[in-house]
């Protein structure tokens, strides 16, 4: 079935550092593809969206771009901030009679000052 | 507009009891979708209802249930509690509610604790 696969955490930076989060998928059909934001204690928040292939999801200063011949949609922030300090998920929407979220396992970012 | 708003935010109960979560969709929203998440398993899906019919289910067994009013407010179910069944509840509402794209915005979610 299908599976997304993100890179492990914890991930630590220092503030206006380069961030990534690698995100891999494994799909049979032509899924969105999402990134979620959870800060402590509370629910998910949408970052950013891409329905097909080479979209580019921005949002903040966050981006990800689809690449269907890799099947990735790896998260990018040019300078992170203490606030960024959160778990990121990486997720792909079944469409049709099985549509669901199907996530990665979530990636923790501390930013330290 | 409001978000989506899940009610309650924090419960404890005992194991063998039973609970019922609440969810109140984005106005509009005719789709109401389901999450458990826990730290062994992450995020896993429920259920999904639109317009008063569970329309898909994820891998979880009968003592998990839910139904949804006319409203698209939603409630789950969960009979003869376990101690596995700690986890933060999520709740997930869409606007399309068709079987193609569509973009889940989530609520709060509620922390259940079984002791």
């Known amino acids: 079935g299908d599976s997304v696969t993100q890179m492990e955490g914890p991930v630590t930076l220092s503030e206006e550092a380069f961030l990534t989060i690698n995100c891999t998928y494994t799909a049979t059909g032509y899924p969105s593809l999402f990134w979620y934001v959870q800060y402590p204690g509370e629910g998910l928040q949408l970052l950013l969206k891409a329905t097909k292939a080479d979209d580019k999801g921005s949002n903040k200063g966050i981006e990800a771009t689809y690449r269907k011949e890799t099947t990735s949609f790896h998260l990018e922030k040019g300078s992170v901030q203490v606030s960024d300090s959160a778990v990121y998920f990486c997720a792909l929407f079944e469409a049709g009679n099985n549509r669901k979220l199907i996530w990665g396992l979530g990636t923790s970012l501390a930013v330290n000052p | 507009k409001a978000g989506v708003t899940q009610t309650p935010r924090y419960l404890i109960k005992t194991r063998g009891q039973q609970v019922t979560l609440s969810c109140s969709p984005i106005?509009?929203?005719?789709?109401v979708s389901w999450y458990q998440q826990t730290p062994g398993q992450g995020l896993q899906f429920l259920f999904e209802?639109?317009?008063?019919?569970?329309?898909n289910k994820g891998n979880f067994p009968g003592r998990f249930s839910g139904r949804q009013f006319s409203n698209s407010r939603s409630e789950m179910n969960v009979s003869t509690l376990e101690l596995g069944d700690s986890a933060l509840y999520l709740c997930?509402?869409?606007?399309?509610?068709?079987?193609?794209?569509?973009?889940?915005?989530f609520g709060p979610g509620t922390r259940l604790t079984v002791l």
């Open positions: 997930a509402s869409s606007l399309l509610g068709a079987r193609g794209r569509d973009t889940q915005y």
């Open positions: 106005s509009g929203h005719r789709s």
């Open positions: 209802y639109f317009s008063e019919t569970q329309r």
